[in-house]
């Protein structure tokens, strides 16, 4: 298979940091790796970490809730970060490429998790977009979220959450950290601002990250 598709504080990065780096110097070093697993793709310095992290491992999935194989990888994913708490801490991208309707998910996303709410889940959102419920604006994904039972007050906070600055923010932020890794596609998982796993298979992808975690675990 190809490649394909905590609040504002932790996550906005400047766009200075982000493009510090030079795509021109990552590299496919791949036979520094075991052939068994994914491609990798080795940024010469990491990028978008949070350094003041140092117990356990960041990862970033680059995603979409637009994208088909991202519904499937997610309950594989998160299984794995489950099994893996207390080394590593996924963070999860949604990334637009650009496009209006992936931009609005993105938005959802972050909104949800600007007002703290883990209901409705990441599954429920998914199941939303390929069942075609309109969530692609702010009243649409607002009369969604009454249909999961949200008070009139948690769809007020929800609104306000939509149209910040730090959702925005949030939200190009993102986009940027996708365009430094030269992500193409979803979903791709990033391990320590440095590993980008191409995706071959979804089993594939998951044992390349425990091989990668496990590196730089050892190393510390």
């Not at 940091?17 to 110097?25: E, G, H, P, T, V």
């Not at 088909?68 to 999860?92: G, I």
């Not at 637009?96 to 996303?109: I, P, V, Y």
Request: proline share 3%.
């Amino acid at each position: 298979m190809k490649n394909f598709c905590n609040t504002f504080c932790c996550l906005a990065l400047s766009a200075s940091l982000l493009f510090s780096a030079n795509i021109a110097n990552a590299t496919d070093n791949n036979s520094n790796f075991p052939k068994d697993l994914s491609p990798i793709k080795t940024m010469q310095n990491a990028i978008g970490v949070d350094e003041a992290n140092t117990k356990k491992i960041e990862i970033f999935e680059f995603f979409s809730y637009a994208c088909s194989h991202c519904n499937d990888f997610s309950p594989k994913l998160n299984a794995w970060t489950e099994k893996n708490k207390n080394l590593v801490e996924v963070k999860k991208m949604p990334v637009s490429f650009n496009r209006t309707a992936m931009k609005a998910l993105a938005k959802l996303h972050y909104a949800l998790q600007t007002v703290g709410k883990n209901n409705p889940a990441e599954a429920k959102i998914f199941d939303a977009v390929f069942s075609r419920k309109n969530v692609y604006n702010e009243n649409a994904a607002a009369e969604w979220l009454k249909t999961q039972g949200w008070s009139d007050q948690e769809i007020k906070d929800f609104k306000v959450a939509y149209n910040s600055f730090g959702v925005n923010s949030l939200v190009s932020n993102s986009d940027k950290l996708a365009q430094a890794f030269d992500i193409s596609g979803t979903p791709t998982l990033v391990v320590a601002g440095k590993y980008v796993i191409e995706t071959t298979n979804f089993d594939q992808v998951l044992k390349t990250a425990d091989f990668l975690v496990n590196k730089i675990q050892s190393k510390k």
